[in-house]
């Protein structure tokens, strides 16, 4: 037996870099170039491996230290003498050992899927498993989809999803109803009444789309100055009166418009399961209407070929209907992507939850006045709140940045609404 300090060997470029993984721990045997510790510089990961085998008696090093050339990481002790053994005892072993490998090929055969060692270091590249630590998942649990069972960053998606989904379902069906201590009506006069029908049968899809979707919010700002100007001056040709056309109605024209740029906005997620999605060709656009009775989603269909008046009078009659409860339940259901505006109540960035099996949906807040550093110099300009949520399964955020930028523009002053009047 003997001690053997394990250091860190001739790295390169690498010097006083972070240990981000500790792959070993006390008392635990290893070979010959298993990994131990995984390091990180601006550039890229490293996998440090043993220069030799023995079982690990001290660990030298902790996640977050600066390591260098020649710095310790564990301390093991070597077996420099191997044991005898007969030759009886190791054609029994031998035999013990195909045995097992046989059956569990034919049980491999059987289930028809990897089998994954996950006490083994994961197959992944150092991006996906950087990507893994921000999100707090252990990769060795991440089934790979990959040859050999490499973990893609689409893998460690799935996973976080799957696994979120699932605790959430387990939660709400094993966890017995909180038996509350008191009643309310001990602390003074109560009033029982039913949940609105809407908000019972909407309450259902909420539930769903939250538990079933990975959301992500995208918080931005629009600068609607040349807008607003624009809307306020419309006049009627024949009556010269002024009209009186909504903001959502000029943002309805710029959705569609990216829409048709970034198709993936414009898909379906109800068949995800069996890896598909359904791209739409057509743009009906959800908008959410607050009513008595709760909130309603009618769709406004075929946005994309209707201009600004169009757009406009159609939207005051389908929230009407919502209003009076006479839409037609089918008018519900279909759309490409919704809008849920705050503008008219007040309030700024917010998340909204999607509408299921949409993959997107864009929060609007109240519009205001703010001082703006352009050209040197500040200036007063009206800036629109945008919040976009989206299926991260579907869309990541670098498409979500160009989407949110690409709706900018055809709010602001370059977008050409003035001929969709």
Same mark, same amino acid.
């Given at each position: 037996?003997?001690?053997?300090?394990?250091?860190? !060997?001739?790295?390169?470029?690498?010097?006083?870099?972070?240990?981000?993984?500790?792959?070993?721990?006390?008392?635990?045997?290893?070979?010959?170039?298993?990994?131990?510790?995984?390091?990180?510089?601006?550039?890229?990961?490293?996998?440090?491996?043993?220069?030799?085998?023995?079982?690990?008696?001290?660990?030298?090093?902790?996640?977050?230290?600066?390591?260098?050339?020649?710095?310790?990481?564990?301390?093991?002790?070597?077996?420099?003498?191997?044991?005898?053994?007969?030759?009886?005892?190791?054609?029994?072993?031998?035999?013990?050992?195909?045995?097992?490998?046989?059956?569990?090929?034919?049980?491999?055969?059987?289930?028809?899927?990897?089998?994954?060692?996950?006490?083994?270091?994961? =197959?992944?590249?150092?991006?996906?498993?950087?990507?893994?630590?921000?999100?707090?998942?252990?990769?060795?649990?991440?089934?790979?989809?990959?040859?050999?069972?490499?973990?893609?960053?689409?893998?460690?998606?799935?996973?976080?999803?799957?696994?979120?989904?699932?605790?959430?379902?387990?939660?709400?069906?094993?966890?017995?109803?909180?038996?509350?201590?008191?009643?309310? =009506?001990?602390?003074?006069?109560?009033?029982?009444?039913?949940?609105?029908?809407?908000?019972?049968?909407?309450?259902?899809?909420?539930?769903?789309?939250?538990?079933?979707?990975?959301?992500?919010?995208?918080?931005?700002?629009?600068?609607?100055?040349?807008?607003?100007?624009?809307?306020?001056?419309?006049?009627?040709?024949?009556?010269?009166?002024?009209?009186?056309?909504?903001?959502?109605?000029?943002?309805?024209?710029?959705?569609?418009?990216?829409?048709?740029?970034? !198709?993936?906005?414009?898909?379906?997620?109800?068949?995800?399961?069996?890896?598909?999605?359904?791209?739409?060709?057509?743009?009906?656009?959800?908008?959410?209407?607050?009513?008595?009775?709760?909130?309603?989603?009618?769709?406004?269909?075929?946005?994309?070929?209707?201009?600004?008046?169009?757009?406009?009078?159609?939207?005051?009659?389908?929230?009407?209907?919502?209003?009076?409860?006479?839409?037609?339940?089918?008018?519900?259901?279909?759309?490409?992507?919704?809008?849920?505006?705050?503008?008219?109540?007040?309030?700024?960035?917010?998340?909204?939850?999607?509408?299921?099996?949409?993959?997107?949906?864009?929060?609007?807040?109240?519009?205001?006045?703010?001082?703006?550093?352009?050209?040197?110099?500040?200036?007063?300009?009206?800036?629109?709140?945008?919040?976009?949520?989206?299926?991260?399964?579907?869309?990541?955020?670098?498409?979500?940045?160009?989407?949110?930028?690409?709706?900018?523009?055809?709010?602001?002053?370059?977008?050409?609404?003035?001929?969709?009047?």
């Amino acid at each position: 037996m003997s001690n053997i300090d394990i250091k860190v !060997p001739n790295i390169g470029e690498f010097k006083d870099v972070e240990v981000i993984e500790v792959l070993i721990k006390k008392g635990q045997k290893i070979k010959k170039n298993d990994p131990l510790i995984t390091i990180e510089s601006d550039k890229s990961s490293v996998e440090i491996p043993s220069s030799d085998d023995g079982t690990v008696t001290s660990v030298k090093v902790k996640i977050g230290d600066k390591v260098s050339e020649g710095d310790k990481i564990i301390e093991i002790e070597s077996e420099k003498e191997v044991k005898k053994t007969s030759v009886q005892e190791l054609t029994k072993n031998q035999l013990s050992k195909k045995i097992k490998k046989n059956e569990l090929k034919k049980s491999n055969e059987t289930k028809n899927i990897i089998i994954k060692d996950f006490s083994a270091k994961a =197959s992944a590249s150092p991006k996906v498993r950087k990507f893994a630590r921000e999100l707090g998942v252990n990769i060795n649990k991440v089934p790979g989809s990959e040859r050999q069972g490499r973990i893609t960053e689409s893998d460690v998606k799935l996973f976080v999803a799957t696994k979120s989904n699932k605790n959430f379902k387990d939660q709400i069906t094993t966890e017995k109803k909180i038996e509350l201590e008191y009643s309310h =009506s001990d602390f003074g006069e109560v009033d029982i009444r039913d949940i609105p029908r809407v908000k019972k049968l909407s309450s259902r899809y909420l539930m769903n789309s939250w538990t079933k979707i990975p959301h992500v919010t995208n918080h931005d700002e629009a600068d609607i100055t040349e807008l607003e100007e624009f809307r306020t001056s419309l006049t009627d040709i024949y009556t010269g009166e002024k009209k009186k056309i909504t903001p959502l109605a000029f943002i309805v024209k710029a959705l569609t418009t990216s829409l048709k740029k970034f !198709p993936n906005f414009n898909t379906s997620i109800d068949e995800i399961e069996n890896g598909k999605m359904t791209v739409k060709k057509y743009y009906h656009v959800g908008i959410a209407v607050d009513t008595p009775h709760g909130l309603m989603v009618p769709k406004l269909r075929n946005a994309d070929n209707k201009n600004i008046s169009l757009i406009s009078t159609e939207l005051k009659k389908i929230s009407q209907q919502c209003r009076d409860l006479k839409i037609d339940k089918k008018e519900l259901f279909g759309g490409s992507m919704t809008i849920t505006s705050l503008g008219g109540i007040g309030g700024s960035f917010f998340t909204p939850i999607i509408n299921y099996p949409e993959v997107a949906i864009l929060g609007v807040g109240r519009a205001e006045k703010k001082q703006v550093f352009m050209d040197g110099k500040f200036v007063t300009r009206t800036m629109l709140p945008l919040s976009l949520s989206y299926d991260h399964r579907i869309i990541d955020g670098a498409e979500a940045a160009r989407f949110n930028n690409n709706l900018k523009e055809n709010l602001g002053k370059n977008f050409a609404y003035k001929l969709a009047v």
